[in-house]
Antibody, heavy 122, light 107 residues
Framework: EVQVLESGGDLVQFGGSLRLSCAASGFTFSNYGMTWVRQAPGKGLEWVSVISGTGGSTYYADSLKGRFTISRDNSKNMLYLQMDDIRAGDMATYYC???????????????WGRGTLVTVSS | ETVMTQSPATLSVSPGERATLSCRASQSVSNNLAWYQKKPGQAPRLLIYGASTRATGIPASFSGSGSGTDFTLTISSLQSEDFAVYYCQQYNNWPLTFGGGTKVEIK
C-alpha cells in the first residue's frame, strides 16, 4: 500500500527539541520530494518545509527562523523534521506529504499521512 | 509572500446543492494552484492541481477553474461525505502558501 506514516509527536517543554519521523512505503521514496505541513488547533494548514528527492535542496517557511531542519534517509525510506527551540506557536499536528517526482518543480502534495501531534508546555 | 485569501469562511449548503468556493492570490500564481479537502482526524486529500486537473480518484463532481489570481472550486452536487474544510495552495512562488480555508457545512 502506498502510504506515509508520521511519528514522534510528544509533549515537549518550551525551548526544548523534538524529532519527527515519517515512514514511506509503497513507492520509490528517493524519486519524490517531500514536505512537512502543520495545523495548529482550530487553525488552517501551514507549510513548514520541503526537501528534494536527493536531499540536496531544502526550503523553509520564513517564520521558522532556522529552528527546524528537514532531512531524509533514502536508504531507510524516512523523512525527518528536527525541531529546536520549540515555542508555543509550534504546537500543532504535523503532516508529512509526498511532493513532485524528481525533476518536476511543481510542489503540490498528492499523498498525506494522518499526522503526529506536538504539544508544547511551559 | 503570496497571500491566499479564501471566501467565504463558511458556506452552508443543503445536500444535492452546488457549492462554489473562491480563492484569490495577492499576486499571480499562473495555474500553479491546488485544492485539498480536510476532515477532522483525517489526512488532507488532494482534489485538484494545476488549477483544474482532478487528482486520481476524485469524482467529476469536483471541478476547478481560474488562473492568475482568481480561482474557483465547484462541487456540483454536495454529498454527505463532501462536508469538510477546503484549502487552496499556491506553488508558483516561494514560500508555498495555503489559504485560510472554507468550511462547507450542512444547511
Amino acid at each position: 500500500e502506498v502510504q506515509v506514516l508520521e511519528s514522534g509527536g510528544d509533549l515537549v517543554q518550551f525551548g526544548g527539541s523534538l524529532r519527527l519521523s515519517c515512514a514511506a512505503s509503497g513507492f520509490t521514496f528517493s524519486n519524490y520530494g517531500m514536505t512537512w505541513v502543520r495545523q495548529a488547533p482550530g487553525k488552517g494548514l501551514e507549510w513548514v518545509s520541503v526537501i528534494s528527492g536527493t536531499g540536496g535542496s531544502t526550503y523553509y517557511a520564513d517564520s521558522l527562523k532556522g529552528r527546524f531542519t528537514i532531512s531524509r534517509d533514502n536508504s531507510k525510506n524516512m523523512l525527518y523534521l528536527q525541531m529546536d527551540d520549540i515555542r508555543a506557536g509550534d504546537m500543532a499536528t504535523y503532516y508529512c506529504a509526498r511532493g513532485p517526482p524528481v525533476g518536476i518543480n511543481l510542489w503540490y502534495f498528492d499523498l498525506w499521512g494522518r499526522g503526529t501531534l506536538v504539544t508544547v508546555s511551559s | 509572500e503570496t497571500v491566499m485569501t479564501q471566501s467565504p469562511a463558511t458556506l452552508s449548503v443543503s445536500p444535492g446543492e452546488r457549492a462554489t468556493l473562491s480563492c484569490r492570490a495577492s499576486q499571480s500564481v499562473s495555474n500553479n494552484l491546488a485544492w485539498y479537502q480536510k476532515k477532522p482526524g483525517q489526512a488532507p486529500r488532494l482534489l485538484i492541481y494545476g488549477a483544474s486537473t482532478r487528482a486520481t480518484g476524485i469524482p467529476a463532481s469536483f471541478s476547478g477553474s481560474g488562473s492568475g489570481t482568481d480561482f474557483t472550486l465547484t462541487i456540483s452536487s454536495l454529498q454527505s461525505e463532501d462536508f469538510a474544510v477546503y484549502y487552496c495552495q499556491q506553488y508558483n512562488n516561494w514560500p508555498l502558501t495555503f489559504g485560510g480555508g472554507t468550511k462547507v457545512e450542512i444547511k
